[in-house]
């Protein structure tokens, strides 16, 4: 049964499994970044230490050379370098007091940099590199400029996106693996649910189905067939207990009865005395019925008429039933709607029609207004068998209970009438056929299904 | 008639030997299959009477026996529980017709009366014309009148007053009338059938004239022109 995704997304996360379909990957890819993330800040600062190192050690070089040869000095150690590394990484720039370049690599001072300040700078370039070094005023007033492009920001930014295509890579794969998962899971629970759910029907032999893995599902599983099999046995026992009872209440009934009968015969009775034998013995009657039933019903359930079955008309027996029925209901100023098309099922001609016995008279006499009895065709070739009434509703939650033994939805309604074995007997007779049936609420009035297995496969086992 | 009754429980047998002949029939009883048997086979009864469930020799071996032998006596089975599978055996074994405990003592009268009707009729021609007083039926031209009148009716309601003229005088009862007009095996707990009758009654009893459709109380109907 789909439960109704009232709260959106609140019950979509309501399931562990979607809970735990989310915290996978989000857990994994936070262990991750964790662990990485100091890397990541250390690999920096090393860098920087690097480029600092670097700069330093070419300053002092040059700081030699303008000590000993002067601004001339310095120029030809400029262009040596140069010459002898035609590297982009190391940068240098002489420049007057205008900013005007005398030698060096950059063709005029960058951007952003203040020429009148002594200081380390750090700046973007355009083409996305990072310039970093250091600026000297000479005594004659020219600007030294000492840096180095520093490939921090071009790792940075190679790690930043690896980092993310990384953590996208482990969700992914983490959501497959982890839906694959719950998905699996899933498929097991609700087919555990769906066998539990036919337990609940009334499919008492119904057990839940185990995996071939023995985990902690099979486990439970476990555990709870076990506890259906205790219920089975209690059910069963009750049965038995009540098949007994009818069964050996026969005998002195059947005496009861026969004795009342015999003093109703005897000539010397009076009038008034005789009607109230007769009047007994319907009783006695009545209750042989019930027990009569009763016993029937334990047949049909133990399964005594499986080879029995032949292939039937049941828009015949339908028709008949109608045709049976049709004045009684007259009577009552009710009318049988029949909806018929043509059907052939594997089953028994005289059960079926006491399948639709009880169900008009259950109809006529507990509900109101016409009855729609119909009969459809199934993709599968078997039949629907449908019989409605418009009538009072019968209480949701008495509709699972309609074909139990002894069951009566109100106690107010004719109890006098019936002793609540008919629609058990009803159940009992579409289950020896293999089908199944189900009591709805129609809206007004109760609605109930039968459905049949096909007939084509014609006599079976005989 | 003669009747031979094979029942081993002495208490039912004794019910059913007293309503028997409260109602002018002979009555031998067999106490076992064999006894049953031998007296079935030695001396001539008019219909046997025979439970399903019997010591020494079972009820549907004793008819077989019986049938085999070319003893064409009718026989009524009795049998504990009326389940499909049991009327099935029942029928194919022979018997003419078939009744579940607890039954009552007028059906058992009913269907004996119905059989004995039907041993009889057997050696005449088929009727075409059933009559019962002044009602007269003709099964070719599937009509009915009642003296100077024309008598319409369903084609159920046919059948059902074909099968009470050809019992006619002879109380027949709800499901046996179930069986033979709907042709389905099993006792109608409702007045279903009643309803049935009465308006069948409806267009045969006409206003004026004397009723021939009788109501049989615990038992069923009777179709004839005197009220007895």
């Given at each position: 049964m789909p439960r109704e995704?009232?709260?959106?997304?609140?019950?979509?996360?309501?399931?562990?499994?979607?809970?735990?379909?989310?915290?996978?990957?989000?857990?994994?890819?936070?262990?991750?970044?964790?662990?990485?993330?100091?890397?990541?800040?250390?690999?920096?600062?090393?860098?920087?230490?690097?480029?600092?190192?670097?700069?330093?050690?070419?300053?002092?070089?040059?700081?030699?050379?303008?000590?000993?040869?002067?601004?001339?000095?310095?120029?030809?150690?400029?262009?040596?370098?140069?010459?002898?590394?035609?590297?982009?990484?190391?940068?240098?720039?002489?420049?007057?007091?205008?900013?005007?370049?005398?030698?060096?690599?950059?063709?005029?001072?960058?951007?952003?940099?203040?020429?009148?300040?002594?200081?380390?700078?750090?700046?973007?370039?355009?083409?996305?590199?990072?310039?970093?070094?250091?600026?000297?005023?000479?005594?004659?007033?020219?600007?030294?400029?000492?840096?180095?492009?520093?490939?921090?920001?071009?790792?940075?930014?190679?790690?930043?996106?690896?980092?993310?295509?990384?953590?996208?890579?482990?969700?992914l794969v983490a959501g497959v693996i982890g839906g694959r998962f719950m998905q699996h899971l899933h498929r097991r629970l609700a087919r555990l649910a769906a066998e539990a759910g036919r337990i609940q029907e009334g499919h008492l032999a119904q057990r839940l189905s185990l995996s071939a893995r023995g985990d902690e599902l099979d486990a439970l599983a476990e555990r709870f067939n076990s506890a259906f099999d205790e219920i089975e046995r209690l059910v069963d026992a009750a049965k038995h207990v009540s098949s007994a009872i009818a069964h050996d209440m026969r005998r002195p009934l059947i005496a009861l009865r026969n004795a009342i009968d015999e003093a109703r015969r005897s000539p010397g009775a009076d009038p008034a005395l005789r009607t109230q034998l007769e009047g007994l013995r319907d009783q006695t009657e009545e209750l042989l019925r019930t027990f009569s039933a009763l016993l029937s019903l334990a047949r049909i359930e133990a399964g005594a008429l499986g080879p029995l079955l032949q292939a039937v008309n049941?828009?015949?027996?339908?028709?008949?039933?109608?045709?049976?029925?049709?004045?009684?209901?007259?009577?009552?100023?009710?009318?049988?709607?029949?909806?018929?098309?043509?059907?052939?099922?594997?089953?028994?001609?005289?059960?079926?029609?006491?399948?639709?016995?009880?169900?008009?008279?259950?109809?006529?006499?507990?509900?109101?207004?016409?009855?729609?009895?119909?009969?459809?065709?199934?993709?599968?070739?078997?039949?629907?068998?449908?019989?409605?009434?418009?009538?009072?509703?019968?209480?949701?939650?008495?509709l699972p209970h309609l074909f139990e033994r002894f069951f009566r939805a109100d106690s107010s309604r004719s109890a006098a009438e019936g002793a609540g074995i008919g629609l058990a007997l009803v159940r009992g007779i579409a289950e020896a056929h293999g089908g199944s049936i189900r009591a709805t609420d129609a809206r007004p009035g109760l609605c109930v299904e039968i459905l049949l297995a096909p007939g084509r496969r014609g006599v079976e086992k005989s | 008639m003669k009747i031979l009754l094979v029942e081993d429980d002495a208490q039912q047998a004794g019910y059913i030997r007293k309503g028997l002949q409260e109602a002018g029939h002979t009555v031998d009883v067999a106490a076992d299959g064999r006894d049953?048997?031998?007296?079935?086979?030695?001396?001539?009864?008019?219909?046997?009477?025979?439970?399903?469930?019997?010591?020494?020799?079972?009820?549907?071996?004793?008819?077989?026996?019986?049938?085999?032998?070319?003893?064409?006596?009718?026989?009524?089975?009795?049998?504990?529980?009326?389940?499909?599978?049991?009327?099935?055996?029942?029928?194919?074994?022979?018997?003419?017709?078939?009744?579940?405990?607890?039954?009552?003592?007028?059906?058992?009268?009913?269907?004996?009366?119905?059989?004995?009707?039907?041993?009889?009729?057997?050696?005449?021609?088929?009727?075409?014309?059933?009559?019962?007083?002044?009602?007269?039926?003709?099964?070719?031209?599937?009509?009915?009148?009642?003296?100077?009148?024309?008598?319409?009716?369903?084609p159920k309601e046919f059948r059902l007053l074909e099968f009470l003229l050809r019992h006619s005088g002879q109380v027949v009862t709800r499901s046996m009338l179930l069986e033979a007009v709907w042709d389905y095996h099993f006792d109608p707990q409702t007045n279903v059938i009643d309803v049935h009758i009465s308006n069948l009654r409806a267009k045969i009893d006409l206003p004026g004239l004397p009723p021939l459709i009788h109501t049989v109380r615990g038992a069923g109907y009777r179709l004839g022109g005197d009220a007895a």
């Open positions: 995704r009232a709260g959106g997304l609140r019950a979509w996360f309501a399931s562990p499994f979607h809970r735990f379909a989310v915290a996978l990957p989000a857990a994994i890819a936070l262990i991750v970044g964790a662990l990485f993330y100091p890397l990541f800040i250390e690999a920096e600062a090393h860098i920087r230490e690097e480029v600092q190192a670097a700069i330093e050690f070419e300053i002092a070089g040059l700081e030699a050379h303008f000590h000993e040869r002067g601004l001339a000095g310095l120029r030809d150690a400029l262009q040596r370098r140069i010459e002898i590394s035609p590297d982009r990484a190391a940068v240098y720039l002489l420049a007057d007091r205008d900013g005007r370049a005398l030698a060096g690599n950059l063709s005029q001072w960058p951007a952003g940099v203040s020429a009148n300040d002594e200081a380390w700078f750090h700046v973007a370039e355009a083409d996305g590199e990072t310039l970093e070094g250091r600026v000297f005023i000479l005594f004659g007033g020219e600007r030294l400029l000492v840096g180095r492009r520093s490939p921090l920001e071009a790792f940075q930014r190679n790690m930043t996106a690896r980092l993310w295509w990384s953590a996208a890579l482990i969700i049941l828009t015949e027996i339908v028709r008949d039933a109608i045709d049976l029925y049709e004045p009684l209901a007259a009577s009552q100023g009710r009318a049988l709607n029949p909806r018929l098309a043509p059907a052939c099922v594997r089953g028994d001609r005289d059960l079926l029609f006491q399948v639709l016995q009880n169900l008009i008279e259950n109809a006529l006499k507990h509900g109101a207004g016409d009855i729609d009895i119909g009969v459809d065709t199934l993709p599968d070739g078997g039949a629907r068998l449908t019989v409605r009434d418009h009538g009072e509703a019968v209480a949701a939650a008495d | 049953g048997l031998f007296l079935a086979t030695t001396a001539s009864f008019d219909a046997i009477v025979l439970d399903r469930m019997l010591p020494r020799v079972d009820g549907l071996t004793v008819l077989r026996t019986l049938r085999a032998s070319r003893i064409a006596t009718p026989v009524v089975v009795l049998s504990a529980l009326g389940e499909v599978d049991d009327r099935v055996a029942g029928l194919r074994a022979g018997s003419d017709d078939y009744l579940v405990k607890p039954f009552a003592l007028s059906e058992l009268l009913a269907r004996l009366d119905a059989l004995q009707r039907r041993g009889n009729g057997r050696a005449e021609a088929e009727q075409t014309r059933l009559q019962t007083a002044d009602l007269e039926m003709d099964l070719l031209r599937r009509s009915v009148s009642r003296g100077a009148t024309r008598i319409e009716l369903k």
